[in-house]
């Protein structure tokens, strides 16, 4: 049921992936942009979140810093929150602000907006969906040690203990247990994370079912927080070095608790009934320090405040999936019910008396004490978001010819608050709309498919400022279409899987126009995307791609944006990695990885950008036996050559990238 497809040759990526309401698909199959990471790729690369693990990707950036309250992406242009992430196919059940991986088996992405198949997302992602699957018990029992340390103390302890009870091995329990604490490699910052991840199974010849138990917690003083720019700049000061925060001050603090049940049941050899039920919980504090760039020195101003947030998410999934034959045509037919409910409520205050300092200048500033305040958390927002799909895949020719047919009927439910008195901001909405989804995969020959396909996203609507100059503060407006169309082509052959495509991505945007909030603009994602994983020759692997996009507004609120580049998204983007397997000495593999990112916009207009930047990290491995054990050193660096650069401009928030950071690690299976 939710098991992980197995690896490809090569052991970075996976055969297949979780297509929403589809369920595993191979890649070959799949009429998608799909990449899913391994637990292999995870381990190698050191990542700590899913973000790292990122830098695979040339279709993905980092929308915030690695050290910010949050990591959020930005995929094929859009950006994608960490809160919209999936597990096991379920939205709203993941640490909302970072998502670590030590309970990770896969990492898996399906590139463009995919609300039909997946149902909507919490904050209405239309770029694509990362869904992480979940470490099992294997056949094999895993006693797993690790202990790492990064720049700058940074120490890191990981168990990963797996088993299997009872005949055949029915019973499965996997934990995973993580440590982190110790300075980073920036100036008079610290972290310190926890996890812990219970994985529990059971399999029998028509029964499965799952039930995974996870909690963890972070801090990091110092947070790192993106700058804002003002409006009067005219020119973008150049980047400043990785290695402070800005300005110094600030921290987050926060857990996350959740389970997650799923259960399958084969009613015949064709029909299988399925269930899930899951649980989220949030509570979080944080003092941001709220940086501005007000001219092109690098003079900023800043301000304290104090921010909290509490969370509750519950998800429901129920369906059937089942096959048929209808003369020489084959069914895969599919009918699901999701719901996601949550509730949000926030606490913020800004009563900590305003700075002023400079990029270059080096000042770091003492966080205000905030012993014995504590915010009221009033309601900010309620939702439930509910829909049914209808689904069939139907293959000809043995197999060679696929065609998909889906649609989902979502209603979404809601009310918004103000947050600074709790007051109803606008109406309650109830809205309904059907997306629908198709594509196409035909196998010329075992190793070489092409594939079209064509779905739509489905987004909550956006909420108006509530501002008295408004003629409708805190409306909330209707949910929005995105729409993707798809070609592309996936070849497959002696351990090398590689997919290019065309894309165009479509989504509708809101903003003022006179004195009223409403859908006004459209932004318009088209490129070519191609990706590579796997062995090109005995003993070196690839792992990376090459994207170019042209994104465009091609409706504005005002006529000067007709045509602008959108912010945040550079035209080209380029991830090539390798590894090498040295002959002559075996067991050591050296590994290296370039990262290019072209300019972006900063502004609306295009006034502003900047510049484009490139990246290398490079690694080295050694797997040995010391007895009965197998033993695995690692060292990774990250930036190698300490490059300054300003990361990304989604939004129009600039971070700073991350400085050189070595991360050392060594594994033991016992």
């Known amino acids: 049921m939710d098991e992980a497809p197995e690896a490809a040759p090569g052991g970075q990526v996976a055969k297949g992936a979780r297509l929403g309401i589809l369920g595993n698909v191979s890649v070959m199959e799949t009429p998608f942009s799909v990449t899913s990471y391994t637990a292999q790729t995870i381990a190698n690369e050191q990542a700590r979140s899913v973000a790292d693990l990122m830098s695979a990707d040339s279709s993905v950036r980092m929308a915030s810093s690695r050290s910010n309250i949050n990591e959020d992406l930005t995929i094929r242009g859009f950006p994608v929150a960490s809160s919209d992430f999936a597990l096991n196919g379920m939205f709203g059940l993941l640490p909302h602000w970072r998502v670590p991986l030590e309970a990770a088996e896969r990492v898996e992405i399906i590139k463009g907006p995919s609300a039909a198949l997946y149902g909507m997302s919490p904050a209405g992602s239309v770029g694509g969906v990362v869904n992480l699957v979940p470490k099992r018990a294997t056949a094999q029992p895993i006693t797993r040690l690790e202990l790492g340390v990064a720049s700058d103390s940074v120490v890191t302890g990981h168990a990963d203990i797996g088993r299997r009870f009872g005949e055949d091995g029915a019973f499965g329990v996997r934990l995973n247990l993580m440590h982190r604490n110790g300075d980073t490699a920036i100036r008079q910052q610290s972290t310190r994370e926890s996890v812990a991840a219970l994985a529990l199974d059971f399999r029998h010849a028509r029964l499965r079912s799952s039930l995974d138990l996870h909690y963890s917690d972070e801090r990091i003083d110092n947070v790192v927080r993106q700058f804002s720019l003002a409006p009067s700049l005219t020119t973008m000061p150049r980047a400043p070095s990785g290695k402070l925060p800005y300005p110094g001050l600030g921290w987050t603090d926060g857990d996350n608790r959740s389970f997650l049940w799923k259960g399958e049941y084969d009613l015949t050899d064709t029909l299988t009934a399925y269930a899930g039920f899951g649980k989220h919980t949030l509570s979080w504090t944080a003092f941001a320090a709220n940086p501005h760039i007000t001219n092109a020195a690098g003079d900023y101003a800043f301000f304290g405040g104090l921010q909290s947030m509490a969370m509750d998410s519950r998800t429901f999934e129920a369906g059937l999936r089942g096959s048929l034959q209808t003369g020489d045509v084959s069914h895969q037919l599919a009918l699901g019910f999701t719901q996601l409910k949550q509730d949000a409520k926030l606490g913020f205050l800004t009563t900590f008396p305003p700075g002023m300092s400079n990029l270059y200048a080096g000042n770091l500033f003492p966080t205000p004490n905030t012993a014995g305040l504590k915010n009221p958390l009033l309601p900010f927002n ?183 580049q959108a912010m945040g998204v550079a035209r080209w983007q380029l991830n090539l990695g390798s590894e090498w397997d040295m002959p002559m000495l075996p067991g050591l593999t050296l590994s290296g990885r370039l990262i290019h990112t072209d300019k972006m916009a900063v502004t609306p207009t295009n006034s502003l950008y900047i510049p484009s930047w490139q990246r290398v990290d490079a690694g080295v491995r050694y797997a040995t036996q010391w007895g009965a054990r197998q033993v695995t050193l690692r060292l990774n660096v990250e930036n190698a050559f300490d490059k300054k650069y300003w990361g990304t401009a989604t939004a129009g928030y600039l971070f700073v990238g991350s400085p050189r950071t070595y991360t050392v690690s060594m594994g033991v299976d016992l």
């Open 382 to 564: 309620e939702s439930r978001l509910s829909s049914v799909a209808l689904a069939d895949t139907m293959g000809m020719l043995d197999g060679r010819f696929q065609v998909t047919f889906g649609l989902r009927r979502q209603s979404v439910e809601g009310q918004s608050y103000n947050f600074m008195n709790g007051a109803p901001s606008g109406p309650r909405y109830d809205k309904q709309a059907t997306t629908p989804f198709a594509g196409v995969v035909f196998k010329l020959r075992p190793e070489l498919s092409l594939y079209a396909s064509y779905v739509e996203g489905l987004s909550k609507g956006d909420t108006a400022p509530v501002s008295a100059a408004l003629t409708n503060p805190g409306e909330v407006l209707a949910p929005f279409r995105s729409q993707q169309k798809e070609v592309g082509v996936k070849w497959q052959r002696d351990g090398l899987l590689a997919t290019l495509s065309l894309f165009d991505l479509l989504r509708p945007s809101s903003g003022v126009s006179g004195t009223t909030f409403g859908e006004f603009g459209e932004q318009r994602n088209r490129g070519i995307e191609t990706s590579f994983a796997g062995e090109a020759a005995r003993g070196i692997r690839l792992l990376g791609g090459v994207t170019y996009t042209s994104a465009k507004m091609t409706k504005e609120v005002s006529p000067e944006l007709r045509g602008k």
